[in-house]
């Protein structure tokens, strides 16, 4: 029993479990034991030639005499439950995950099949990466325009009732042009079934799903059903199903790093003229924390940004602060000029732009207001704003203390940049902003932005970034040199 059961927790609880490492165990455990696990998996690997050939043969008659065969078995779960990870021809991911019961449902075996493997005690819930055998079922039956539909629903019903969580999530590579980076990125795309859901519009199956008690990729979905909407493709419903999910909705989307609040601003102030707008932004404000800071921008900042006023009034009348000195700064024109620069096509708009920036710049610097611009310009990855302003005056080894949730206190452009690529660490423009962000801190500390100033948790910038796991962040700014000596603003 001791060897059962350490068996099926390597096998339930290790990614890269495989029957070959169970040779390892044979000092350690009940031989025979061992042996007639082993032969059990063989059992199960052999299942997947038999499934294809009935694929093939559109004859399951075969898979069924096979399954009936172990039903005195008592052992049978350890045939059912073998996992193995299957070569792909897709580089993007070269292998993926895969049990006998997704593989049955892969391949549309008969429902009688699946109903089988379930009483053999196949595990609904098996699989930690790549797509369940829920997700698979849930997915065909999206995309079914045929007769097939109330199959595909039968074998949904019956994954639910044994046990099938309607939560699991899984990454997958994919290549993506993302728009501004003139490059196309490969990046680990978020998947799940609600989120599926929405990307098809399916406002049955959304609410089907949340029913259910989905939450998973909350914040995602809504992302999406925000962008459906502002294409003219999804609904009010849609997005109204959605946000009475009990859950975090001020949690970023994992694609932008943007939580759906920020997202929504940024795409209803673009596309204010559907219909509804306003009754999606105000639903917006009632599920989130109207003065949450992402990348040191609220969401009012934001409307303030776009210069919409509509957009302000509404998140002003249901508690968002106005602050201000924070509104000043971003209709500041040197801040409008520096974003300006950062989207300029042409070489002779930027040179345009850049000329605007010297203008404006000094009489800010005179000022003392400096902090924000440089902070902008960093924001933006747009190196040339940072020389401009370093050129004008700015001083690179400014001393001050800014807070930002979840992160802590930076004093420093360094500290910044390291908590704005942290923000996007889990987001596919993170080899990007990375890669944008590089000659920025180098030009930085040549140009005296100190890598030994610690913050208020008494950590330089290298032992943050290692804190929060970015090392080759850290290793890039441990190899980037002053060309001056430090001195401190007071």
């Known amino acids: 029993h001791i060897t059962r059961a350490l068996i099926d927790y390597m096998l339930w609880n290790h990614d890269d479990f495989c029957p ?50 172990f039903k005195k078995d008592p052992l049978s779960y350890q045939i059912v439950n073998y ?23 892969e391949l549309d075996a008969l429902l009688e099949i699946i109903e089988l493997l379930i009483s053999l005690k196949a595990d609904v819930n098996i699989l930690r990466t790549g797509p369940s055998p829920f997700f698979i079922v849930f997915k065909k039956l999206l995309e079914c325009k045929d007769s097939s539909k109330e199959l595909l629903q039968n074998k949904m019903n019956l994954l639910l009732k044994s046990g099938a969580c309607v939560n699991r999530s899984f990454f997958m590579g994919e ?31 959304v609410n089907f799903l949340i029913a259910q008690g989905a939450y998973t990729l909350a914040s995602d979905a809504l992302c999406s059903a925000l962008h459906l909407f502002t294409r003219k493709r999804g609904s009010i ?5 959605l946000l009475t999910i009990d859950t975090n909705f001020n949690l970023p ?7 759906p609040l920020q997202t929504g601003i940024h795409l209803l102030a673009r596309n204010d003229t559907i219909q509804g707008w306003k009754e999606i932004a105000e639903l917006l404000c009632e599920k989130t924390d109207l003065n949450l800071r992402i990348q040191g921008a609220t969401a009012l900042d934001i409307a303030y940004g776009h210069n919409h006023t509509a957009l302000v009034d509404i998140l002003i009348s249901k508690g968002a602060k106005n602050d201000q000195a924070s509104t000043c700064q971003v209709q500041n024109p040197l801040i409008q000029a520096i974003i300006s620069l950062s989207q300029a096509q042409s070489e ?7 000329e605007k920036i010297r203008k404006l710049a000094p009489r800010e610097i005179e000022a003392k207001n400096f902090i924000i611009p440089m902070l902008t310009a960093i924001n933006t990855l747009e190196i040339k704003a940072v020389e401009l302003l ?25 500290n910044f940049i390291i908590m704005s690529i942290n923000l996007n660490k889990n987001s596919p423009h993170y080899s990007y902003i990375f890669e944008k962000m590089q000659p920025i801190i180098s030009l930085l500390i040549q140009k005296g932005t100190p890598k030994e100033r610690v913050n208020s948790e008494g950590k330089t910038p290298i032992e943050k970034a290692r804190e929060l796991g970015m090392s080759d962040l850290a290793t890039y700014i441990d190899s980037c040199h002053s060309l001056k000596k430090e001195s401190t603003l007071i």
């Open 20 to 69: 070959i490492l169970l040779d390892r165990l044979r000092p350690l455990v009940c031989e025979e034991e061992l042996y007639t696990y082993k032969d059990n998996l063989l059992k199960g690997a052999s299942l997947l030639i038999l499934f294809k050939k009935c694929k093939d043969e559109n004859l399951w008659e075969k898979a069924l005499a096979e399954l009936g065969s």
């Open 83 to 105: 996992c193995w990870k299957e070569t792909t021809k897709n580089t993007l991911n070269p292998t993926i995950q895969k049990s006998v019961l997704s593989l049955a449902i």
């Open 175 to 205: 290549e993506k042009e993302i728009k501004d980076h003139l490059k196309k990125l490969r990046i680990q795309s978020p998947h799940a079934p609600l989120l599926e859901a929405v990307i098809h519009n399916n406002l049955e199956m």
């Open 237 to 241: 419903a849609l997005i109204k199903a």
């Open 253 to 259: 989307c994992i694609l932008t790093g943007i939580p």
């Open 348 to 354: 002779e708009t930027k040179k345009q732009t850049a």
């Open 390 to 414: 370093l050129e004008l005056g700015v001083p690179a080894n400014l001393a001050f203390s800014e807070g930002i949730p979840d992160y802590g206190t930076f004093n420093s452009f360094l």
